[in-house]
């Protein structure tokens, strides 16, 4: 089990900004490619966004690729996504996720290890 541990969400308004982290400890956080995700209830989990081990590569969903940007500090063992400009629909639980394997890693099962979510919501 490799744990993650999210944190950063909260109560914002429209327009607003959010940074969340997610934290790891434990492992060889350097080799893994780190995802974020969100899911609605009812809905399937969502991707948003993925960077490679070393934060040479990094990929998004289209509906937040102007507004979201991840980011890693390996040194700190954490990710982190910067969302900015936030509308209503972005309201969900945020799930960061690591994967044991390279790649763009923009599917869920992709994906080796999940933490236990951070609540953002959006409302005026």
């Known amino acids: 089990q490799v744990p993650l541990v999210e944190s950063g969400g909260g109560l914002v308004q429209p327009g607003g900004s959010l940074r969340l982290s997610c934290a790891a400890s434990?492992?060889?956080?350097?080799?893994?490619?780190m995802g974020w995700f969100r899911q609605v209830p009812g809905k399937e989990r969502q991707f948003l966004a993925s960077?490679?081990?070393?934060?040479?590569?990094?990929y998004y969903a289209e509906l937040v690729k102007d507004r979201f940007t991840i980011s890693r500090d390996n040194a700190k063992n954490t990710v982190y996504l910067q969302m900015n400009s936030l509308k209503p629909e972005d309201t969900a639980d945020y799930y960061c996720?690591?994967?044991?394997?390279?790649?763009?890693?923009?599917?869920?099962?992709?994906?080796?290890?999940w933490g236990q979510g951070t609540q953002v919501t959006v409302v005026s």
């Open positions: 996720a690591a994967a044991t394997t390279a790649g763009d890693r923009t599917k869920e099962s992709d994906y080796d290890y």
């Open positions: 960077i490679s081990a070393r934060s040479s590569n990094k």
């Open positions: 434990g492992w060889m956080f350097d080799l893994f490619c």
